[in-house]
Nanobody, 126 residues
C-alpha cells in the first residue's frame, strides 16, 4: 500500500511558476513509476508527466512539454512537478499517482496506476 500526499498548488498569474510535490509513504517508493495527471472542471483526468523508477526516463504530454519538468528523489520518497510559464488553461486539480513498472519504464495511462493522491489545486489567472 502506498499513500500519496500532494502539496504546492496555489494561485499564480500567467507566466508564473509553481513546484508541486508528492510525498509517498512506505519504504518501496523506488519500486514504483510515478506520474502526474490533472483534471479541470467538466473534463476528464488527463496525463501530464511520468517518470521511471530511477528517474532516468521521463515522458510529457505535448501540452506541457518544454514548460513542465518531472523529477523524483527516492531518498526522500518524493516526486516533483516543476511548472513554468503557466497558462490559464493549466488550471486544474493536479494528482500524483504510483504504479508498478519495470525498471526503466514509465506509465502514461490512468489504468496503469494503482495509487492516487487527493490532489492539489492549481489556478492560473490571466
Amino acid at each position: 500500500q502506498v499513500q500519496l500526499v500532494e502539496s504546492g498548488g496555489g494561485l499564480v498569474q500567467a507566466g508564473g511558476s509553481l513546484r508541486l510535490s508528492c510525498a509517498a509513504s512506505g519504504r518501496t517508493f523506488s519500486s514504483y513509476a510515478m506520474g502526474w495527471f490533472r483534471q479541470a472542471p467538466g473534463n476528464e483526468r488527463e496525463f501530464v508527466a511520468a517518470i521511471s523508477r530511477s528517474g532516468g526516463n521521463t515522458y510529457y504530454a505535448d501540452s506541457v512539454k518544454g514548460r513542465f519538468t518531472i523529477s523524483r528523489d527516492n531518498a526522500k520518497n518524493t516526486v516533483y512537478l516543476q511548472t513554468n510559464s503557466l497558462k490559464p488553461e493549466d488550471t486544474a486539480v493536479y494528482y500524483c499517482a504510483a504504479g508498478a513498472a519495470s525498471f526503466g519504464n514509465f506509465l502514461y495511462t490512468r489504468r496503469e496506476y494503482d495509487y492516487w493522491g487527493q490532489g492539489t489545486q492549481v489556478t492560473v489567472s490571466s
